[in-house]
């Protein structure tokens, strides 16, 4: 059996089988959430980490080396608004094959330094090694606000309720017609260039999540497998099913004039978009929209049964879609 027979999340299971970690009363938040949570002096810690390769997270020919830096910071920083925290202190850990262009290096830290700068973190460090591709690991630490009892107020996977309904932050599908428009091989427009840029340039929800926890939300991921796969995340760590009305879903609107009849299926289905998914009742969602000052779209609520899924057309009817979203090690990545 290969790693690929199991698939990402499969493996992930397995290797926290085999970790058998004993209770540690410092540690709330461990392995299977968007990021692990321990206590730290008089506070708690919010720490995740993530890894972009060259060839597999971005193609090096055709983005700038900029981007790169922004969206290796900005894939972490999104984890940490998924669990309500804020971000602080940054690790760099860089793989160089040893040919690599100190220009590209300038300009990849151009990109993390622009990014730092504006949701607050402080790159505090890190590590360089040699290899035949280049890749860039960002661990990424920040803080959870506490309640009166000093305990952590945190949104999590595993805190969904039955009779709740589901929202999500922002339009989608933007990142992954990016994609496309970057690898299809056609003339690049306005519109295509605006894609391109959604899927270099993410912008993370802090202020999303902050909101949600304010607003008495408990439960969030961002997404970043794509919809229907972060959805049914939720669904398994908290033990219950989700129905998801496609047509409510909010869609990107370049995403809509460049790749028309596909643009439902990629916006529930792509990944990277960043946005956040809240689940919580109707009247938490609605204060965490006040908050804002922009509208949550609610694209479905939680019901009892099976931690799986359910697609509906705008008539009710059951769908299927192709792909479900990003796994790293399925041979099939549609699964």
């Not at 643009?263 to 792509?270: E, H, K, Y």
């Not at 919580?280 to 609520?301: M, N, P, Q």
Request: hydrophobic fraction near 45%; charged fraction near 20%.
């Amino acid at each position: 059996m290969n790693v690929s027979d199991l698939g990402e999340f499969g493996l992930i299971e397995r290797l926290r089988a085999a970790l058998l970690q004993a209770p540690y009363d410092r540690l709330i938040v461990g392995i299977g959430d968007d990021a692990a949570v321990w206590r730290s002096g008089g506070g708690c810690t919010v720490a995740t980490t993530d890894t972009m390769v060259a060839g597999v997270h971005f193609l090096p020919r055709a983005v700038a080396w900029r981007d790169v830096g922004w969206k290796a910071l900005t894939t972490n920083i999104s984890d940490i608004a998924a669990m309500g925290g804020t971000p602080a202190f940054a690790l760099v850990t860089l793989c160089l094959p040893p040919d690599t262009p100190v220009a590209a290096i300038d300009e990849l830290y151009a990109g993390l330094r622009e990014c730092a700068e504006a949701y607050g973190v402080t790159i505090a460090g890190g590590d360089i090694v040699s290899g035949p591709v280049f890749a860039i690991t960002i661990a990424l630490t920040g803080d959870a606000a506490l309640d009166a009892g000093d305990a952590p107020l945190l949104l999590r996977r595993g805190a969904a309720k039955a009779g709740e309904i589901i929202a999500v932050t922002g339009p989608l599908g933007g990142s992954a017609g990016g994609l496309r428009a970057l690898t299809d091989g056609s003339p690049l427009t306005n519109a295509r260039s605006r894609l391109i840029e959604r899927h270099m340039h993410p912008q993370p929800r802090i202020d999303a999540g902050r909101a949600a926890l304010e607003a008495g939300i408990r439960c969030a991921i961002d997404i970043s497998d794509g919809l229907v796969q972060d959805l049914g995340h939720i669904c398994v760590a908290s033990s219950v099913g989700a129905e998801l009305h496609l047509d409510r879903v909010p869609l990107d609107g370049d995403l809509v004039a460049v790749f028309g009849d596909d643009a439902v299926a990629m916006a529930a289905t792509g990944g990277e978009d960043y946005e956040l998914i809240v689940v919580g009742a109707g009247d938490a969602v609605a204060r965490a929209s006040a908050a804002l000052g922009t509208s949550l779209t609610i694209v479905g609520c939680i019901v009892s049964g099976a931690p799986l899924v359910r697609l509906l057309d705008e008539s009710g009817g059951e769908v299927t879609l192709p792909s479900t979203g990003w796994d790293h090690l399925k041979k099939d990545r549609s699964a």
